[in-house]
Structures are given as C-alpha cells and as structure tokens.
C-alpha cells in the first residue's frame, strides 16, 4: 500500500508556509492511507478521517527544517 510517487520539495516548502493549494496536494497524496486508517469492519469511519486529516495539517504547519 506504499505509495512510491513522493511529494516534490517546492510541494512540502509551500505547505509548511501555510498555502491552502499545497496542503491540499498533501492531503490528496495520503487521502488513501487516511481512508485505510479510518475503516473499521469495512466502513470508512468519517470522524476518524477527520481527525487524521486535521492531524495531519497540524504536523504540516508545525514542522521546521532548522531542526
């Protein structure tokens, strides 16, 4: 289930700074991780897709390269 086309580096720069198109393309990009992550007994449970989602955003806008 990996999927092997990563995001480009301008891509992730973008979504750091907070631009609504390139967090976009990050969240598409892990959209069918969320989903597998989010079913349970075979239904796509919308609260936890949610959560994932907005966790996700959450790493996106905190994450710092000068680490």
Known sequence: MRNKKLIPFEVIEEAIAGEPKAI???LRHYAGRIKYL???RGHINDD???RLKAQ???AILQFR???
């Open 38 to 40: 989010s079913t349970y």
């Open 65 to 67: 390269f000068d680490r």
């Open 48 to 50: 936890i897709q949610d």
């Open 56 to 58: 996700l955003i959450k």
């Open 24 to 26: 976009d393309t990050v």
